[in-house]
């Protein structure tokens, strides 16, 4: 009986834990086993500890705002089942001003400091960490709007594709 319970454990029970786990695991994946791999194969370190630390955050803030915006398709069904996720606790006005808007501007914050490290031109960071900024705030107005399970899925990938894209286009300008 103690073994069934100990098998529901559902991680949307706690708001947090779930969209900071996938952060945390996406963040890791993304930013840590590239360095480690590096540093085994080459013997070099790549990047300061700064900018890891940086491009760490970076990742964990973008995939934690993307995994929020995700759960927002669940509201309805996480309010019925009495799961505790962040878009079943809050409001949609509330949970955009109180976590995503200042998760979009610690991201912005860090996409800038990590562009700094590049040497870009300044206005040249300003303009792409305003695109990705104006698209995140964008994204996070609309995505409430509807409760398409597919609209959800194309604006979160849309978002990661953006993302690349500027990447791309920063990584051949240099």
């Known amino acids: 009986m103690q073994v069934r319970r100990m098998l529901k454990f559902n991680l949307r029970q706690f708001a ?84 995503l808007l200042p998760s979009i501007f610690l991201f912005a914050i860090t996409s800038m400091s990590v562009l700094l490290f590049q040497k870009l031109d300044f206005y040249k960071i300003v303009i792409i960490v305003l695109v990705i900024s104006a698209a995140m705030i964008g994204l996070s107005r609309l995505i409430y709007r509807t409760t398409l399970h597919w609209y959800h899925s194309f604006m979160i990938d849309a978002m990661i594709l953006c993302k690349a894209i500027v990447v791309i286009l920063v990584l051949l300008k240099n």
């Not at 480690?36 to 803030?61: E, G, H, K, M, P």
């Not at 995994?67 to 949609?92: C, E, H, M, W």
């Open 16 to 99: 947090l834990a779930k969209p900071f786990l996938i952060a945390f695991v996406w963040a890791v994946a993304s930013v840590t086993i590239p360095v480690l791999f590096s540093v085994l194969t080459t013997d070099d370190f790549l990047y300061s500890r700064q900018i890891y630390y940086l491009c760490f955050f970076q990742n964990f803030l973008f995939i934690w705002i993307l995994a929020v915006l995700y759960d927002a398709k669940d509201i309805a069904s996480d309010s019925q089942n009495g799961l505790f996720t962040l878009n079943a606790r809050y409001p949609a006005s509330a949970l955009f001003f109180y976590f």
